[in-house]
């Protein structure tokens, strides 16, 4: 996998291309960190403003994934020895905040009264939990890309959320317990919709084994590799 700097009209951002048909998402991740260390990309909060590091993307919606989740349970939660499910829930209930409209549903981190990311030392502006961040905030650079690195890191993220809806959805299902949520508009989610037979989500035990080709699009998976 290599990700390769360009030079765009405001600065120098990257594309990616994908030459093994086995790389998992960890393998990206771990090529999006070396990038951000290697590469002088340029780093612009708008298409005029450089940002240089600040904090304002702690400051945004922060969406996460089902490992995410699992990650996020095994460093903050070790001292507890949760059960593995439990320790999700649990993760959910302090950290995330989750709204329902209708029959979707939105789970991301519950921001502080300053509204930032409970993970963020706003004196410092730097994270607590950087090494095990969320996968949406490795792969935020703040910095121009392709439309393929793009699709790619929209894909990963809205696959690896809706993988743990589902989960948080099986979750109740499966407990015989109502589901909970911070805020509702119309909520309409009945749990004898869902088909919960279906085999187990890829996302749950981290990014390692988790194939990109099995995740993202043929057509995408095309222009990658």
């Known amino acids: 996998m290599k990700i390769i700097p360009i030079e765009f009209k405001n ?4 594309d990616i291309i994908i030459s093994n048909p086995e790389a998992a998402v960890q393998d990206y991740l771990n090529a999006i960190n070396r990038a951000v260390e290697e590469y002088d990309l340029v780093r612009l909060w708008t298409s005029k403003e450089k940002c240089f590091g600040c904090d304002r993307c702690c400051r945004e919606r922060i969406p996460l994934t089902l490992a995410d989740v699992g990650i996020l349970a095994e460093h903050l939660l070790t001292k507890e020895k949760a059960e593995k499910e439990k320790a999700l829930a649990e993760v959910i209930r302090r950290y995330c905040r989750i709204f329902v409209y209708g029959d979707i549903v939105d789970i991301h981190l519950r921001l502080t009264e300053s509204g930032a990311c409970p ?4 004196e410092k502006e730097i994270c607590r939990i950087y090494p095990y961040r969320p996968l949406v905030c490795q ?3 703040c910095c121009p890309m392709t439309k393929r690195a793009e699709q790619l890191r929209e894909a990963l993220v809205n696959r690896g959320e809706d993988d743990l809806v589902r ?3 099986k979750y109740a299902y499966e407990n015989g317990i109502a589901v909970w949520f911070d805020e509702g508009d119309n909520p309409k989610i009945n749990l004898g919709d869902f088909d919960f037979e279906s085999e187990p989500f890829m996302f749950i035990s981290g990014y390692s084994k988790v194939k990109i080709r099995d995740v993202v699009s043929p057509n995408l998976w095309k222009l990658l590799s």
């Open 167 to 169: 989960w948080w959805l």
């Open 139 to 141: 792969t935020f650079i």
């Open 119 to 122: 993970f963020l030392n706003e």
């Open 11 to 14: 600065g120098k951002g990257y």
